[in-house]
């Protein structure tokens, strides 16, 4: 349900895909490029007051009436990782759509934890915001199509890209390009210059 998290990963692969000389043109306009990338997102979507969120309700109760641990050993993380992307697949129940399932804690907002649900409100790490993560069956099969067709192209383009950014490293990596790139941010008005 990290929907946000996946297209960010998909913007930083086609950026690799674009070659090294589009580094330095577009690192003053990227941060706030993906911040508006983000926007509607669920799991992007923070909220300071709890009580802003729907009330928690399950379709059932945890199993023995306990809740999932947030450690789980190699053979389960295998198994899961293995029947997760099937379970997305299915339709999430309505009413998770409306009231979250869990309240996670940021320290145990682990994959294979918030995997079991169709939605969670899942606390940030300093505690001052949470998100109320939802599963979206559409959204997973056009994030699943992205993914593979970014990969793919990666892999068909790796050895290309690889020279590219192996002959570029020397001008992308020099003081004199960061200078050019930062250079907006560090000029200050020369002494009598600027407002009055």
Request: proline share 7%; hydrophobic share 35%.
């Given at each position: 349900m990290q929907y946000s998290t996946v297209a960010l990963r998909h913007k930083a692969l086609e950026d690799v895909l674009r070659g090294p000389d589009g580094l330095h043109p577009t690192l003053g306009t990227t941060l706030p490029a993906l911040k508006e990338m983000i926007k509607g997102y669920d799991d992007a979507t923070l909220v300071s007051d709890p009580s802003a969120f729907p009330e928690v309700?399950?379709?059932?109760?945890?199993?023995?009436?306990?809740?999932?641990?947030?450690?789980?050993?190699?053979?389960?993380?295998?198994?899961?990782?293995?029947?997760?992307?099937?379970?997305?697949?299915?339709?999430?129940?309505?009413?998770?759509?409306?009231?979250?399932?869990?309240?996670?804690?940021?320290?145990?907002?682990?994959?294979?934890?918030i995997a079991r649900y169709d939605s969670a409100v899942v606390s940030m790490p300093d505690g001052t915001a949470a998100a109320f993560y939802r599963r979206d069956r559409e959204k997973f099969l056009d994030l699943l199509?992205?993914?593979?067709?970014?990969?793919?192209e990666l892999?068909?383009?790796?050895?290309?890209?690889?020279?590219?950014?192996?002959?570029?490293?020397?001008?992308?990596?020099?003081p004199q390009a960061w200078e050019r790139t930062f250079g907006p941010w560090l000029q200050q008005d020369e002494p009598g210059e600027g407002t009055r």
């Open positions: 309700q399950r379709h059932k109760l945890p199993r023995k009436g306990r809740e999932a641990s947030p450690v789980i050993s190699g053979r389960q993380a295998t198994v899961q990782a293995l029947l997760q992307p099937l379970r997305q697949l299915r339709r999430p129940r309505d009413l998770a759509q409306v009231h979250p399932e869990a309240e996670i804690m940021a320290q145990d907002a682990r994959w294979h934890k199509k992205r993914t593979v067709a970014v990969h793919r892999t068909a383009r790796w050895d290309e890209l690889a020279e590219q950014y192996r002959t570029a490293l020397p001008e992308i990596t020099s």
